[in-house]
C-alpha cells in the first residue's frame, strides 16, 4: 500500500510513476478524498469540543435558574452529539473508500526499471551454461519414453479435472529429491531458516501480500473463508504482519517447501500440455524481511541463491529484468530466471524475485524499531522463488533426455536418489 503522505507531497511523480505501468493518473482523486475525509475529522473534533465546553455550562445554568439557557445549552449538547456521530460515520466511509482505493493501485517501479508493456520488453541481464546440442530432435518431458509411466494425466484428470498430474515410481522421487535438494541448499549454504507453514490461511493475509483484493480470482477459498496460499510467500512474509521488531532482529531470511494453488484464471489455453502450468504444485519459497538500506543489495542475494541452485543442477538459465508492464502487482523491481527447455527450444521463467520495498509492510503494518533509538519504520519485503519444483523437474528431464528416451540426472541430486544418475526407457532409476 502506498503512503499517502508521499502522494500529498509529490503527486506529479506518484503519477508519473503509475503511468508507467499504463495507469491512469490518480493523485488528485486520491487528494481530494484525503481532503474531505481530515475536514471531517477535524470539523468533528470542533464539534466535540463545542460539546465538552456546552455540556461544562449546563450545570450552571440550571444552578442559576436560567432555564432558557438552560435549555439552548441542553439542545447544543444534543445537536453536537448528532453531529460528531455523523461525521465520524462519514469520515470512516471515506477512510475506507481512500483504503480501497491505495489498496487496488500496485506498487510503483524504481526508477532503473526498464519501461516497457510486456515480456517482450524485458531486459537480460545475465546468462548462464550453453543449451545442449542433443543431436536429435528434442521431446517435450510429457513424451519421454521413461517418464511416461511416472507422469500420469488421465488418472489426474479423472480425480481432479484438468491441469493436474500424478507423479510415480521414479518420476516422483525425483520430483521430491529436487526439493529437497533446494531446501537443504539454501540452508545450508544461503543461510534461510526452514518453515514449515500452513497452506490454509485467513483472508487478512492475502490482503497483506497483496493477493487481494485484486486478484482473488487468481486464488482459491474455502467455505469456511480459509484462502488457499498460491505461494508461501503470503504465509512467510505474513510472519511478521502487525509485529515490531527489533532492528537486530533484521534481516529475516526463510524458506517453505510448499504446496501451491492458483486457479490459472488468466490462463486460458496456455500450456495446456504436461506439466508446465498447473492448478496444484509444488515451490520452494525464499522470502526476507530487510532493513530499507539492505532491499536493493538483498535482491541481488536472493537472485543469486536462485541462481545457484540452476547451476548446481547444470541448467542453461538466463536472468532477466522485467520491465514496466510485466513486473507483478507488489514489486518495485523483478529479476526472472529462465531455464532452457529443449523440447520448447526456449527459456521459460522457473523464478521470480521481487522487490517489494515497504508496499507489503504498510499492507501488514510490519515495523521495526530503529537500534539508535527514534520513531519506528516499515520494514522492506522481498521474495522469491528458489525455484518452482515442478518446473524444475521438467527442466532437468528435458536436458537430461537421450536419443532413447532415457534421462541423465544431474549429479548434484545424486545424495537424495541414493546414488541412482539415469531415469531409464523404463521409467526406473538406475
Known sequence: MHDIRAIRETPDAFDAALARRGLAPVSSEILALDESRRA???????????????????????????????????????????????LDDEAKAEDRRLQDMLMGLPNLPLADVPDGADEADNVERH???????????????????????????ETAAKLS????????????????????????THVTENGLTEVNAPVLVREEMMYGTGQLPKFGEDS?????????????????????????????????????????????????????AGMLRQHQFEKVEMVSIVHPDQGLDELDRMTRCAEGILEKLGLPYRTVVL??????????????????LPGQATY?????????GDFQARRM??????????????????????????????????????????????????????????????????
Not at 468533528?44 to 442559576?64: H, M, P, T, W
Open 40 to 86: 471531517k475529522i477535524s470539523a468533528a473534533e470542533e464539534a466535540q469540543a463545542a460539546r465538552n465546553a456546552a455540556s461544562k455550562e449546563v450545570g450552571a445554568a440550571k444552578a442559576r435558574g436560567d432555564e432558557a439557557e438552560f435549555e439552548r445549552l441542553r439542545a447544543l449538547v444534543a445537536e453536537k452529539k448528532d453531529e460528531i456521530a455523523r
Open 127 to 153: 546468462r548462464w551454461g550453453t543449451p545442449p546440442d542433443l543431436g536429435f530432435a528434442a521431446k517435450e518431458h510429457y513424451q519421454l519414453p521413461g517418464v511416461a509411466a511416472g507422469m500420469d494425466f
Open 323 to 340: 520491465c514496466t508492464g510485466d513486473m507483478g502487482f507488489g514489486a518495485r523491481r523483478t529479476h526472472d530466471l529462465e531455464v532452457w
Open 220 to 272: 482459491y477459498q474455502t467455505r469456511e473463508g480459509w484462502w488457499l496460499i498460491p505461494t508461501s510467500e503470503v504465509t512467510l512474509t505474513n510472519t511478521v504482519n502487525d509485529t515490531l521488531l527489533d532492528e537486530a532482529d533484521l534481516p529475516r531470511r526463510m524458506t517453505a517447501h510448499s504446496l501451491c494453488f492458483r486457479s490459472e484464471a488468466g490462463s486460458a489455453g496456455r500450456d495446456t
Open 161 to 184: 479435472g484438468a491441469r493436474f498430474v500424478v507423479l510415480k515410481g521414479a518420476v516422483a522421487r525425483i520430483h521430491r529429491a529436487l526439493a529437497q535438494f533446494m531446501l537443504d
Open 348 to 356: 521459460r521463467e522457473i523464478s521470480s524475485v521481487s522487490y517489494c
Open 365 to 430: 503494518n510490519a515495523r521495526f524499531r530503529p537500534a539508535g533509538g527514534g520513531k519506528p519504520d516499515h520494514v522492506h519485503t522481498l521474495n522469491g522463488s528458489g525455484l518452482a519444483v515442478g518446473r524444475c523437474l521438467i527442466a532437468v528431464l528435458e536436458n537430461g533426455q537421450r536419443e532413447d528416451g532415457s534421462v541423465a540426472l544431474p549429479k548434484a541430486l545424486t545424495p537424495w536418489l541414493g546414488g541412482k544418475t539415469l531415469l531409464t526407457v523404463e521409467g526406473e532409476l538406475a
